[in-house]
Every structure is written in structure tokens, then in C-alpha cells.
């Protein structure tokens, strides 16, 4: 299976490596650099090596795993570690990684002698149909999500859903949360077979990945710079976002996954697009019940409430310091730039509190 546009191409299975050492051996790229984290070295590194067939020099780079660690810091740490391996700007990253280091890897390219050539090899279900595919790369500014980036796309993007058997559960779950995201802005039917998990394959969750990613596609294609629609990928991201650097900076706070916030931001966003867009509230209790069958419910106060909307002004979505929300009028049906009154906010903070 192959996915191509005029967004980077993305590969499947056996055909992925085929066309990745296909283009090593065509390109006159001097050095491969290899960006993994901590788990990945452990798990899918030399995997992943043993399918590489090139006379390149193959150097290894490591960073922290974690969100935590998805900072400008980690970024210099790379950017040295390039300039030490004698990495020039015919060199090649390859990012091997969940989100973070897709999302990190891509921006240290982008910027490193003004923009190296990177490949994106997505190794948890978010990353497959999320950070890897669509150009955006970036960092956090301390606690606040992805503040830092640019938009650059990967010369190609691999798929190998065998790297998904290393995950625990909830990191599975963290990646369901953009396939619901994307069967809810985009197709009822793409919804409600990916809520439909009692008969889930492996190549089934392939198909589903394969559905996920083209969805995402055809939006970013048609908006790349994220002026309109490309801004409906950002359903449930705008307190999604707020909540999980909340949590990721609260002492007392468990963190949360990016696909736990998100879960969380969408019941949010579909309590927000009852009192906005005329949502069905049938739809609504449905569509909360179904994700808290899959997230577990976190608790949060109200004494959290306020720090939450507080975090909401520095969503990369604002302009002329007003918070946009992407709402819905319908499964299938968004609608972008929605100012909300905080006490609608609250409302919707206190229905998932009482969910």
C-alpha cells in the first residue's frame, strides 16, 4: 500500500523498506543519522537497522524519551552531537520514534544548516497517524505545547505496524484518540468503525491507520500552511492541550498522554459545540460514552479549572488575542475560529468533571 500527494509519500510494511533503501541508493546523501530515544534504541533500533541496505556511514543518535524532554535543550544536545559527526547539509536524519522525537527530529533538520533532507519512521500509533505525516515539526516552550516549530515535509514517511507490538495499552489508546479525532471531523462511517473495537485485527488497525492518514492528507493538501481547513486537525487540541501541560507541569499531577488530553479535549469541544453549533446532545452523550469506555476518566477539580483557561491563551491557534475552538455541527460537519465565553468553557470543564 502507498500513500502519495504532494505531501511527502508514506509506505507500508515490506514496500516501505523497499522504496527507503531504493531512495538511499539513488540519493547522493553523504551520512545517515539514525534519531531514536531511549525506548526505541531498545526496541526497534536494530530491528529496523537489519532492513537497511546501504553503503552510507549510519551514525546513531539518542535523546531522553518523553515529553518532557521535547524542549529546545534536547534540540542543541542533536544539533551538536550533527556538527561533531561531521554532518554536512547533503547529510540525511531519520527520525525513529513516537510524536516526540518525530515532532523534535523533523524541526532539527528543518533548522540544522538551514535544512537537512529527514524520513520519518513512526514507531507508536500516534505518531503513525499524527505527528509523522502532514509537515509539522516542533517543541515545547517549557510546560506549553509545541510552541516552537516550522512546517517542513519528510522526503518520505514508513509505516510498519510490527514496531506497534513494543507498546503497552495505553499507549495504543493515546493513538486512538486522532483516529477518533479524525472519524469525527471528517467521516461517520471512518467514526464508527473505529469505535467498533470488539472485531479489531492487526491488519484491520493497518486499514484503519492507512484511513486515518489519508484523511489527514487530503486536508493538509488542501490547506498545507494552516490558514482554514487544516485548521479542523486541531479538534479537542485546544483544551486538550491547556490540560496535558497543566498535568505535565502540576507537582502533584500524574502526566498525561497527548491521546488522554485530547480524549478529554474532544467531549469538551462536543459539550462547547452543543451551546455553539447546535450539536446534538443525543450525539453528545453517545460519542462521551464511547470515549470514556476507552479513556479512563481523569479527575479534575475545580480548583483546576481556572489554571486551565488560563493556559488556553498561549494555543497557537489564537490570533488578536482571542481563543479559537474548532467546533462541530454535525459528525463529519466542523466549523473553525469559534470564540467561546469562558463560562461556556467552565460549563463544558464541569461536564467532564461530572461525566
Known sequence: MTSTSNQAPVFYSENAY???????????????????DTNTHNHCLSSFLQKL????????????????????????GIWNALSELGADRKALMINLGGGVVTDLGGFVAGSFKRGIAFINVPTSLLSMVDASVGGKTGVDLGNLKNQIGIITQPEMVLIDTEYLSSLPA?????????????????DKKYWEKATDLQKLTLEDLEKLIAESIEIKTR???????????????????????????????????EKLLHGEAVAIGMIMALYISTKISNFPESNLMEITKKILELF??????????????????????????????????????????????NSIILEALEYYKNA
Open 18 to 36: 523497499l522504496q527507503l533503501n531504493d531512495f538511499l541508493d539513488r540519493s547522493n546523501h553523504s551520512a545517515v543519522y539514525v534519531l531514536v
Open 219 to 253: 486536508i493538509v493538501e488542501k490547506d498545507p500552511t494552516e490558514q482554514n481547513i487544516r485548521k479542523t486537525l486541531n479538534f479537542g487540541h485546544t483544551l486538550g492541550h491547556a490540560i496535558e501541560s497543566y498535568y505535565l507541569s502540576h507537582p502533584k499531577k
Open 296 to 341: 479512563q476518566k481523569v479527575k479534575i477539580t475545580g480548583k483546576d479549572f481556572e489554571k486551565i483557561i488560563e493556559l488556553l491563551k498561549f494555543d497557537k491557534k489564537n490570533t488578536h488575542g482571542r481563543v479559537n475552538f474548532v467546533l462541530l455541527k454535525e459528525i463529519g460537519d466542523p466549523v473553525i475560529d469559534c470564540e467561546v465565553p
Open 53 to 76: 541496505e546501504t553503503s552510507k556511514t549510519i551514525e546513531v543518535i539518542e535523546m531522553d524519551a518523553g515529553e518532557e524532554n521535547k524542549n529546545i535543550e534536547t534540540c542543541t
Open 170 to 186: 495505553i499507549e495504543i489508546r493515546s493513538g486512538l484518540a486522532e483516529i477518533l479525532k479524525h472519524g469525527l471531523i471528517a
